[in-house]
């Protein structure tokens, strides 16, 4: 049998098909035509745009101009799953998991608990073979986020091209470890960050340091970052899909859908988080009423809030919202956020809080959602989120001399 002349018997057939499908002419091809047409037209026109990059220091823009131009190209999002809901959900399950081998670390806290550190020491990097110099980037998951999240991973792929080390700090009791203390996390306290950046700058102090903190990692860091102002061993950070004002956030995640897509379902992660160290919980919280959360305000109200010992959740959520420390940053950080990103809601992002601070340069594109930003037809591989990372981290180790003395 001849396979080609098959194949273009049976193409033709298909295609005369299509042609007569509707109504015995041709109109059925020219409304798929059509249909293709307008919606690129309104995909090139509405949906793929040139981000918007908010910095009121000129040499800031500039550099990103140059070394990370990916900040000023169009965003293509898929074209098939651009909504930023669809994003969010899609992510996890449609990009690869690249392999990473972690050598774990165990530090203690001056409280008597524990922090789990998973590394990537890089050894075999062409580019830095003296792990003394090696640069490092200090990785921070999202809310109910480990190492083991596939953005997190991407990032260490990225950065394992470019020769640097990386080390994930994972959140007291979500790794796997034991909690030894009865005492988790939040977004708002910082001492265990510090503990980790000074245990990393200790162990390597000859190396450059960076660190890149996603959702809630990156409120966490932009808050100790606040704090600290310029008195840091870190030269910059990256911060992606941070919620701004976690009144606005949790707003926007009691809509009905959102609740129902994403809010009941975190609360779950989250009660799920705390569930395994029970019986050391229950010495000083309720685990029954925590349980009975719905919500994250909810849960935050009933544990979160009691373990930090704030009065109320409006203290709480107040403390916790980076966008009230931004003009104190005292390095360069790069934020990227979608304006549709149901977490961290378009109007609440802090553009004029930004254009105060010299060190400041937001991304804002129009699509990505939370933690989304798929690009390409079928975006397996990389997103718009991993480029950035890529670029900026590689401008600050090799080019960052040029704007750190600003």
Not at 14 to 39: H, I, K
Not at 40 to 57: E, F, G, W
Not at 90 to 98: A, E
Not at 280 to 286: A, I, Q, R, S, Y
Request: aromatic share 12%; net charge neutral; proline share 4%.
């Amino acid at each position: 049998m001849d396979w080609k002349v098959l194949t273009r018997e049976l193409s033709l057939y298909l295609e005369s098909q299509v042609r007569v499908g509707l109504f015995g002419s041709g109109v059925g091809l020219s409304l798929v035509l059509g249909f293709g047409v307008a919606y690129a037209c309104y995909y090139l026109n509405s949906i793929a745009k040139k981000p918007q990059l908010v910095a009121s220091n000129d040499r800031f823009c500039r550099f990103l101009e140059e070394y990370c131009p990916v900040v000023t190209e169009t965003y293509y999002p898929t074209i098939w799953c651009w909504e930023g809901r669809v994003q969010t959900l899609l992510r996890p399950f449609i990009t690869s998991r690249p392999q990473v081998q972690y050598r774990n670390e165990l530090i203690k806290t001056a409280d008597g608990g524990q922090i789990s550190l998973d590394w990537f020491d890089n050894n075999d990097s062409l580019y830095y073979p003296d792990a003394s110099t090696r640069p490092t980037v200090l990785l921070l998951p999202g809310l109910t986020g480990t190492s083991k999240e596939s953005y997190i991973l991407h990032m260490i792929h990225q950065s394992e091209t470019l020769g640097y080390r990386c080390v994930v700090f994972n959140n007291r009791g979500i790794a796997g470890e034991d909690l030894l203390t009865p005492r988790t996390y939040c977004a708002a306290n910082t001492e265990d960050l510090e503990a980790v950046i000074h245990h990393v700058h200790s162990l390597h102090p000859s190396a450059p340091f960076m660190a890149a903190g996603v959702s809630m990692g990156g409120m966490l860091l932009l808050n100790y970052l606040g704090k600290t102002g310029r008195d840091t061993p870190l030269m910059a950070a990256a911060i992606f899909s941070a919620g701004w004002n976690v009144f606005e956030s949790v707003e926007s995640l009691e809509k009905p859908l959102n609740w129902l897509l994403f809010n009941y379902y975190l609360t779950t992660c989250l009660q799920s988080s705390i569930s395994r160290h029970r019986q050391m919980l229950e010495k000083l919280f309720d685990m029954d009423l925590v349980m009975k959360a719905r919500t994250v305000r909810e849960f935050d109200k009933q544990f979160t809030s009691v373990m930090f010992g704030y009065r109320s959740i409006d203290d709480y959520y107040e403390d916790a919202s980076p966008c009230r420390k931004l003009k104190s940053v005292g390095i360069p950080v790069l934020c990227l956020n979608s304006v549709d990103d149901v977490f961290s809601p378009g109007h609440a992002i802090p553009v004029e809080t930004a254009k105060q601070n010299a060190n400041v340069a937001l991304v804002l594109t129009s699509c990505g959602g939370h933690i989304g930003f798929l690009e390409g037809i079928w975006p397996r591989k990389c997103t718009y989120m991993d480029r950035v990372f890529k670029q900026f981290v590689q401008a600050m180790f090799e080019h960052g001399n040029k704007i750190l003395s600003m």
